[in-house]
């Protein structure tokens, strides 16, 4: 059975929840014992412990993994990379975001004093689940995969332009919300095809699809695997479609990925 999890603060403790519909409704019944990254793929042999069901809506959410490393592709999809002015790449183009700029569902964005341009970009995000190093050319790279969530590449687009490296540009506090659950690929096939959609104040202003990506998830997966060490809870985020624009003070931002669910977060300013 397809499972989500998600990580959210009861009583000041931060627990890992497993998300079950009851009535139609995401809720918490039981949290999980030990941290879903430690259990070597194998989320659903986790030990866990019944507590009084929390509707998803109504608990207190934490990013949903700890990450040793947020690696991020850019230009993964042709219309996005047209967009910008840019040649499709030869290679998928890295980067990475600090675990400083991680943000819960439900946190705030602030736009720094030093931009004045901050945009969205909606993307799908893999949660690693094994440790994966130079895997053999002919060893399927899914089993690695411990799920899907949604992830928001903020960046502040001025200093993209201008740095040349994006250290500043995509790394600054808050331009990381990430959430609200994870999903185990059960039901998500990004190979196949799967929906990501941003809306802000509710108007649709990217709506974009896995199977148009440039350079498929197992082909990334091996691409970052060969220069370094991917541990289990790591995040990849697989690039944003076209459609990406500017965050104003008060908006609120929403990335959904099909399966996953909706990643949601108000904007300041600085
Ligand atoms: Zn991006």
Known sequence: ???????????????????????????????????????????????????????????????????????????????HAAELGHEVPQEPLLFFKPNSALVAPGGIVRRPKISQRVDYEGELCVVMGRTCYQPPADEDVRPYILGYTCLNDVTARDL?????????????????PVGPVVADGLDLDPWAGVGVETRVN?????????????????????????????????????????????????????VGVEGVGTLRNSVVDE
């Open 1 to 79: 059975m397809a499972m989500k999890y998600c990580r959210f603060q009861l009583n000041g403790q931060a627990h890992y929840g497993l998300v079950e519909s009851v009535a139609g409704r995401d809720s918490i019944l039981r949290i999980l014992l030990t941290a879903p990254e430690e259990s070597d793929g194998d989320v659903e042999g986790l030990r866990t412990r019944r507590i009084d069901p929390i509707a998803l809506e109504e608990a207190t959410l934490l990013p949903p993994v700890r990450p040793s490393k947020i690696v991020c592709v850019g230009r993964n999809y042709r219309a």
């Open 160 to 176: 993209q332009n201008k740095d040349g490296q994006w250290a500043r540009a995509k790394g600054f506090d808050t331009s990381c």
């Open 202 to 254: 509710g108007a649709v202003r990217q709506q974009g699809n896995t199977r148009d990506f440039i350079f498929p998830l197992d082909a990334i997966i091996r691409y970052i695997a060969q220069a370094m060490t991917l541990f289990p809870g790591d995040l990849i985020a697989t690039g944003t479609p076209e459609g990406v624009g500017p965050l104003a003070a008060g908006d609120v931002v929403e």
